[in-house]
């Protein structure tokens, strides 16, 4: 007769399956974990204002730099709409982007027929319709990007935004030391931007904007296929390793960018830069609030119910 012991051992033992957990659980803990993280920075950085050493690198370094004598003051009314038309792009490149890399089966293709507006000498290619949309906001993009740097030099805004000295690093670190400890700068935005601000603006203009584009261009559809020498030295793996961190500081940038202007001064600062005014008017505001109605609603008719139509416009569209 078996003991015990022996038929215990004896007996399989079954393994508990763990639950998956909850779709919103990544989430919430991503979200949790940011509101932690922000509070450690503001925190820190009140911490660091009661430094004798902090104050005196503030009061060295107050959150600018001067603009040279013929940079011109305030922002004219081309940057209202270019504002609108690159928040309108970027939104719904971003979003067709994503589809593009998350979408296993998507519910509509598009085939280039070269007999339309669009004309490479790859042979035609069955793609998504996400990704047909993709490229086109990507072309439209580029055409106002091009229009927003020629309009940029011919004015002298340039000036606003090119960092012109060394000493933008240390006053761009005050300027980050003032907002986290939520001591907003006091700098008037329709003279001169503060220096976080003009390394961003920069940054995001001159290096992320043009990234943006070649990377996207070599993972297109108009790269020529035939090149082996040139595929050789800029393959498409290097091109997808630098596009989406591109679009991460994008986003970020977004969401940085909208929550600054809201929080400092939100009147001012969309009057500023919707209605190309400097008072106390709700212009800007409602200006602001439409150009949000009409990305909102581009959003949602994204969609092959009414891209069909236009995409046949160009090639063949097929389920």
């Known amino acids: 007769m078996a003991t015990p012991t022996k038929q215990a051992a004896s007996t399989p033992k079954t393994k508990t399956k ?29 911490w660091l204002r009661t430094l004798p050493a902090a104050e005196s690198f503030l009061l060295q370094y107050p959150g600018h730099t001067e603009l040279p004598e013929t940079a011109p003051t305030g922002l004219p009314s081309w940057l209202g709409w270019q504002h609108f038309l690159n928040a309108f792009f970027m939104v719904l490149i971003i979003r067709t982007g994503w589809q593009v890399r998350t979408t296993a089966r998507p519910k509509a293709y598009w085939t280039r027929n070269n007999k339309g507006l669009v004309r490479t000498k790859n042979p035609p290619k069955k793609i998504s319709l996400d990704l047909w949309l993709h490229q ?18 011919t004015t002298g805004q340039w000036m606003r935004i090119v960092p ?10 005050s300027t980050a ?20 601000q003009v390394l961003a603006y920069f940054a995001t203009v001159f290096i992320a904007a043009p990234l943006a584009m070649i990377t996207g261009l070599r993972m297109s559809g108009a790269w020529p296929q035939n090149a082996q020498k040139l595929n050789r030295i800029y393959p498409v793996e290097a091109a997808r390793a630098i596009h989406v961190p591109v679009m991460i500081y994008v986003v970020l940038f977004i969401i940085t960018h ?14 500023h830069m919707y209605a190309s005014t400097d008072d106390a008017s709700w ?22 119910l009414f891209l069909r139509p236009i995409a046949s416009l160009m090639g063949k569209v097929s389920r």
């Open 136 to 153: 086109c906001l990507d072309a439209l993009w580029v055409i106002n990007g091009l229009v927003f740097i020629v309009l940029l030099f």
């Open 283 to 304: 212009v800007g505001f409602w200006i602001f609030a439409g150009s949000l109605a009409v990305i909102i609603a581009a959003w949602f008719l994204a969609r092959p």
């Open 164 to 173: 012109t000295g060394w000493d933008v690093v240390p006053n761009a670190l």
């Open 177 to 196: 030391l003032q907002y986290a400890s939520f001591d907003w700068p006091t700098e008037n935005g329709w003279v001169n931007y503060n220096s976080l």
């Open 258 to 271: 909208v929550a600054l202007v809201l929080l400092t001064g939100a009147q001012r600062n969309l009057n």
């Open 18 to 46: 763990r639950k998956p957990a909850p779709p919103w659980a990544k989430t919430a803990a991503a979200v949790a974990a940011v509101i932690v993280l922000l509070l450690v920075v503001f925190l820190l950085a009140k």
